[in-house]
């Protein structure tokens, strides 16, 4: 049973970016912990590879914990650690995505030829990991590569992990009207997937995370865009999508992956968005005191505002 089926409805609202992982939430504060010191020992970088390996070909759960380590451990760690062991993999991959985290910190992020070598290399050393194709691809996202480079990786991506939650998200944004793309190709990559995803598949909130981007979008466009955003949430597809999350979803043991709980705070964010507050209360009480930064950054300081409605939805009514 998932760790957050087991949270008591009383804890204390907090974000965590480990979100229910107690292991990768250890490692995480040792991280932080060591680099406050200003000092790194060969204790950690083995307390990385081993978290990490754990996952085993859990594919979702790999990427969600490097992702946590990439942000924890910033920039320098991880090239340290690629150092120590050239021909790790995981060294390489979370050195992979601290660069890309750099990159996305930059007003233009340049050149990522050296990550997407990287994750050639990776690949070479696990052939059977979605994650260093997943990493390219968010590599190549961030450079605006045309789609002709695009297809070949997601390719390598679907044949490994057809459900990976991480290159799913990557793509979405990628062929989002603000980068690459169109809402027409948006649609396109909703309805490849639509007919053949399992309702409990790492990609399950795809569909409602394209949802709330839309009404963001309309959000921040301001004036009467704005003001028609709500009406977002009227639309008969976007109704169906919410029963079916509503329903299902919140059930203990049906969301499995690794970022279940991020799922579930969006779609409480999304049931109070469309006025369904009972629907948003269940929502809310299954994350167990678990928020995210996004959706609720949206709206003002994300710990404020989930803390806000868990407070009022905590105990069943």
Known sequence: ?????????????????????????KVRRRVLTCWDRGALDTAVMAMLGQVIDEAGQDWDRKAHRLEVLAQAAGRALPGIWREHKPRDPNALLLHAWSEINQARQQETPG??????????????????DPTPWTLHLAALRLERRPTRELSPVWREIKARDPWNREAHLQALAYLSPEECGSSVLVLDLLDGIRAEMPADAPTAALELTAIVRNHQRAVAVGGLMALGAAEIWRRADVAR????????WPTPGFLKHAAA??????????????????DAGIALRATGGVGTPWPWSMDGDPLERYSHFYGRHRTVK
């Open 1 to 25: 049973m998932p760790a957050f089926i087991r949270r008591r409805s009383g804890s204390r609202p907090r974000l965590a970016p480990e979100l229910d992982d107690t292991a990768l939430g």
């Open 111 to 128: 050149d990522l030829s050296a990550v997407r070598d990287t994750c050639r290399f990776a690949a070479e050393l696990v052939p059977e």
């Open 241 to 248: 999508t919410l029963d079916q999350a509503a329903q299902d």
């Open 261 to 278: 709980l991020a799922d579930l705070n969006l779609l409480a964010y999304a049931l109070l968005k469309s006025t369904r507050p009972t």
